[in-house]
C-alpha cells in the first residue's frame, strides 16, 4: 500500500498560478502511475493529469492542456501539479492518485489521497 498526502492548495485569483504537491510513503514510488484529478460541489470527479512510472508519458484533460503540468521526482517520492492562467471553474478540490498498473486516465486508481482545495475568484 501507499498513503498520499497533498499540500499547495489555497485561493487565488484568476489568472494566477498555484503548484500542488503530493507526497507518497514507501520506497516504491517509481512503480506507481501517478494521476491528478478534481471533484467540484455536485459535480463527478474528473480526470485531470497523470504521468508514467518513469514521468516520460503523461496526459491531461483537454481543459487543462497548455496551463497545467505535472511532474514526479522519484527520488524524493513526489508528484506536482503546476497551475498557471488559473480560471474560476478550476474550483475544486482536487485528489493524487496512484496506482501500479493503470492506463493513465482511468477513473480506478487504487490508492487516493485525502484531497485539497483549490479556489479560483473572479
Known amino acids: 500500500q501507499v498513503q498520499l498526502v497533498e499540500s499547495g492548495g489555497g485561493s487565488v485569483q484568476a489568472g494566477g498560478s498555484l503548484r500542488l504537491s503530493c507526497a507518497a510513503s514507501g520506497r516504491t514510488f517509481s512503480s506507481y502511475v501517478m494521476g491528478w484529478f478534481r471533484q467540484a460541489p455536485g459535480k463527478e470527479r474528473e480526470f485531470v493529469a497523470a504521468?508514467?512510472?518513469?514521468?516520460?508519458?503523461?496526459d491531461y484533460a483537454d481543459s487543462v492542456k497548455g496551463r497545467f503540468a505535472i511532474s514526479r521526482d522519484n527520488a524524493k517520492n513526489m508528484v506536482y501539479l503546476q497551475m498557471i492562467r488559473l480560471k474560476p471553474e478550476d474550483t475544486a478540490v482536487y485528489y493524487c492518485?496512484?496506482?501500479?498498473?493503470?492506463?493513465?486516465?482511468?477513473?480506478?486508481?487504487?490508492?487516493w489521497g485525502q484531497g485539497i482545495q483549490v479556489t479560483v475568484s473572479s
Open positions: 504521468i508514467s512510472r518513469t514521468g516520460v508519458n503523461t
Open positions: 492518485a496512484a496506482d501500479r498498473d493503470v492506463l493513465l486516465t482511468s477513473p480506478e486508481y487504487a490508492y
